[in-house]
DNA sequence: CTTGACCTTAGAGTTAACTCTAAGCTTATA
DNA sequence: TATAAGCTTAGAGTTAACTCTAAGGTCAAG
């Protein structure tokens, strides 16, 4: 049985954070001492640890609480409710990149169009796109 | 001059949104009637519509704040400093890209190898890689 | 027995950009 | 003149995932 610092050394997750996950219904301690100290468990330990590697691949909280309650019981939860979970979140992923990669088109032309010098903004041509109030990506071309 | 809906028409925002951008800065009316009511003029008008163009590019509210103030006042800024700016914006979302990347390559691995049927969760392969407490990505392969 | 490191709790603060609410005033229309 | 649509303000709520604070209890070492 460990405390949670060490708990948070194993895994790589702070007390604090530990305990908000806690509060969150993702981790728990499987005994508290007389003082109410938490103490971890091995079982403990690797359940955080799953917690930390959903947590670093990218899932939600809620997410992670889901794939907490099929990892109870593995036998009456199937694996296409897994990927169900992961593919769901892979689409989230997919779109926020996709929004992304059009404001990184955008800031590229605009970089593209503009000299960038000393000289002072009154031709800007950042400026002028903006004053435009158009888009530089979705300006024009959005019918095949 | 025009009313607070009425210039929301013209932007694309909200009447709510045009008075928080107003308390932070960004977006006044250059009257007010008797009562109290915003009136805007063409050129508050064009002011909202680069906050617009700007804010669907991606910039932060703190971006379009330095951005309009080198509108205000072209000839003592530099092109220089709009590039900045654009460039510091680009570099923040490729920053980001390259995080969902890696998101989205470690959850293609792990739909990749998991069969996702009606079988129960046992040995799905996707519960087994976050058991071992590692994502697929950074898994190994870190080193050339 | 004191010091310092660590633990406890409840609850507030952070960030960004909205979004909404409440309570009341104004204005145009029928 | 009544009604509805729209305007005003200050301020609270939303979201996600922490992160920190305050005030105090515990424990091992010297």
């Known amino acids: 049985m460990i405390k949670i610092s060490e708990l948070g050394e194993k895994t790589g997750l702070s007390p604090h954070t530990i305990r908000f996950y806690e509060k969150h219904g993702l981790i728990e301690a499987s005994q508290r001492s007389e003082a109410g100290y938490r103490f971890y468990s ?8 799953f917690v930390k590697a959903a947590r670093s691949i990218g899932f939600s909280l ?3 609480a889901q794939l907490l309650s099929i ?3 593995k036998t009456s939860h199937s694996c296409q409710e897994v990927t169900d979970i992961t593919r769901h979140k892979l689409d989230e992923v997919n ?10 088109r955008s800031l590229q032309l ?9 000289e002072n903004a009154t031709h800007c041509s950042i400026m ?3 004053e435009a109030g158009s888009s530089p990506v ?4 959005d019918e095949s």
């Open 110 to 118: 605009l970089l593209k169009s503009c000299s960038g010098g000393p």
């Open 138 to 141: 979705t300006e024009r071309g």
């Open 128 to 130: 002028e796109t903006l």
């Open 71 to 73: 990892r109870l019981d």
């Open 62 to 64: 809620d997410d992670i």
């Open 95 to 104: 779109e926020r990149i996709a929004e992304l990669q059009t404001m990184q």
């Open 42 to 49: 091995e079982a403990d330990v690797r359940r955080a640890e």
